[in-house]
């Protein structure tokens, strides 16, 4: 098999929503040309010492172990990314629920968050809540949104975010302290993180934020990390992306 | 030895910062009357089978075990809580990072959060960064923040809420999707959750929150549920206390 | 609904294999008659605030969290279980992979393991390795194991077990160190240990464990964790059984 | 700073007791010559966003973290190393109980495992239980272990070894499921592993076990795996090994 030429470290930042992003750091365990996603094979092949019949071939091997996940979950374990994200802090909230991955994020305690901010388009107002009827309209709105109602919400967000800089900047000025100068900061405003965790939970992460029912939101940064991981281990991704069908 | 009054489920909740509580919902681990923090004794005494001298004393035992943490602090895993907290986002994003508790916050996806802000005193806000310097004025402040200048900060933040609040209800009125016309909504906001880990985590918890160099707002919280701690685990938290000093 | 007779606190041990058993300690999050897996429905509920249409009704509230397992399954954290468990070292091998879970074991560094070992019967060896044909026979045995055979290796493990005895008995006794007079104890010796987790992990445990491709001697003890779990949670391992089939 | 020859990849695998081995498989976040430590460092300049003096030193940076640990130490979670490791089984039981690391161990259920065994030599059984004196001779023993007693000790072992041997390869031969045929295998027999983490818990793992409380023969391994993270990650094993001082 040879490899696609996007299997070079991807370092170039891919952008997410109107200001964020996710970039590749750094991946270990996907071994080489010769040899893709070696990390996961040698794990896998130290349990059964060659006991196994079929399992000479990486791709018998791989899809035994996607296919039979739980029990065989383990090889997975042994490969993985960093990431640097720029995201919205209501994107960061359900992120960090993700308990498996380490995390360094950007603190508005230690130096002002720069007034970056998401607003987000018409179009992706209209959506509603997507597959999510929970998370559209409060029940018993009657109205139906249109494009005039989507465009007003904008500008009442974009005054939002320039009321709460304007007393930001002040109270900065004031010599508020940083960390309570922050109060009246939107979930919209932007910070950055780094993301460290193994491919097993880079796949749980991926098959929660992926689904439909997931926040439009988050959905585009998953599928950005999902990017990045069909570049650094094409074999298991395309079982990934198999399974999603 | 006869028990505290207090060791009895605790389930008042204790008022934390303007708006906010800290309240025990379940406990497990910690034994009865007659042999307090029997969850954690019996577990020790698993591992030795009675061959340890002087571990026949409970006191002894615990306090062996306390003092020599790491390779010994299997035992406070077999002792737990369950509390329910109402706090300011800000807050939540901190007490998040601890990963080794379970948690179930209310969502802004799914229903509008009330409009319940905190407001810092303006004691609290001339403390500053407290013992944390970083988390204090910007750097090149030249101004010494006075009364006037926390008082002026309060309005402000008053007005930041009343402003996003308004915007907020306009756009939920005209149909706009829950998950998106929270975007402005201020850090400052409390939300609400319970959380629940076992007595090791959560003494790791308090010994990373109740530090000086933590911001003061979740030192409170921290001090709830050391409170809430020494009702249900009277001796370890006798030994916790003591190694703080 | 009125609750089982069972759903008091059950404590006698259950026999597992020939000497080992598995034994409730501790449940929390149950609930109680008037309102059983409180600890489950409070947490879920604490998300949502009312929100959710149909979820007043706790049957409809459990199926839907259940049923959508990974996006939802937080709220099976806030209920729990502490088990003590006695069973041969190479079940605790298997088990100890679960690193979701919390151990206190008897250490044959610290006490002598006492001389109990498990001596599986005919026709358990008759069994083969079941639905995992990598257990069982090593390939190019053209032998078809008999009955005669079957007791054939009983007698000679018992015989091992007897010489490690006699020779462990002997180093003790001559003041060889605990921690080294163990190197000759056989993986089939019985252990002790209390493990402890949260519902959802009992429940991840049970689903690799309860598998016919798990090895028959831990399917036995996971069939007596979902007995005691039946015991204590009834309408979530109706919903876990019911998943099975 | 120039860099020691020794931070080229090791892959040679460092000899442990008898049989026994550990051998780096992979590194990540360990940077270059020119940055050494680079997945720390920038990691924890994320979170700061060069608001702290004096941090554009990476050495007072890296002290900095280092000693102020628990609020400090996630930097550490953005490098890594997997290692290949053969072991007695007695050894792998400690080890297995460190439940951030991922492992792949061979499987006796899968593949009968090579007649290599641990035997102590004659001055490590004569060190008796070393600085843990409960893991030392049993209470009560009057007699002073000698050489010849532990010569004795030695001889047994092996007999013990052979005899297991010997019903093992008949067992097989019989067609006794290999999950079955290994019951009586003794815990001093070498298995094969790889393992994985973190090095904020690699790290965790060697304050735990080159503690001289740990037994002598997984003191030896966790010697190893330090020697490995000293070619691999030189200025932060300078800071842990000045802090064990």
Redesign the interface.
């Known amino acids: 098999m040879s490899l696609p030429e996007h299997l070079l470290p991807y370092t170039e930042p891919i952008p997410v929503l109107d200001h964020g992003f996710v970039r590749l ?5 996907k071994g080489d040309a010769g040899e893709p996603e070696a ?1 996961i094979i ?3 092949r ?8 079929g399992w000479e071939k990486d791709e018998k091997l791989l899809s035994f172990l996607f296919c039979n996940k ?2 065989h979950a ?2 997975f ?2 490969a ?1 990314m ?1 990431i ?1 994200v720029r995201a ?3 994107v960061f ?1 359900e992120w ?2 993700h ?2 991955q ?11 968050l720069p007034d970056v901010n ?3 388009t018409v179009e ?2 209209m ?3 997507g597959k ?1 009827k ?6 018993g ?1 009657e ?3 249109d494009v005039e ?2 465009e ?2 904008r500008s ?2 974009i ?3 320039g ?2 800089q304007e ?1 930001y900047e ?19 405003r932007y910070s ?3 993301a ?1 965790t ?1 491919l097993r939970n880079w796949l ?1 992460f991926l ?2 934020r992926m ?1 439909p ?3 439009w939101e988050i959905q585009k940064y998953a599928e950005a990390v999902a990017y990045i991981c069909r570049s650094q281990f094409p074999r298991v991704m395309e079982l990934f992306d198999a399974s999603r069908n």
Chains 1, 2, 3, 4 share one sequence.
């Open positions: 750091v750094e991946t270990w365990g990390g040698e794990a896998a130290q349990s059964t010492q060659g006991s196994f019949r739980p029990p383990t090889p374990e042994f993985g960093v640097e919205p802090i209501f909230r960090h629920r308990r498996q380490s995390y360094n994020e950007m603190s508005a305690r230690y130096a002002p998401y607003v987000p992706r107002i959506m509603s809540g999510n929970q998370a559209g309209a409060v029940t709105t109205v139906n949104l109602g989507a007003k919400f009442e967000l005054e939002t975010y009321f709460f007393d002040s109270a900065l000025a004031m010599g508020i302290p940083k960390e309570l100068a922050r109060c009246g900061m939107p979930v919209g950055q993180m780094r460290s193994n749980g098959t929660l689904d029912g997931a926040q």
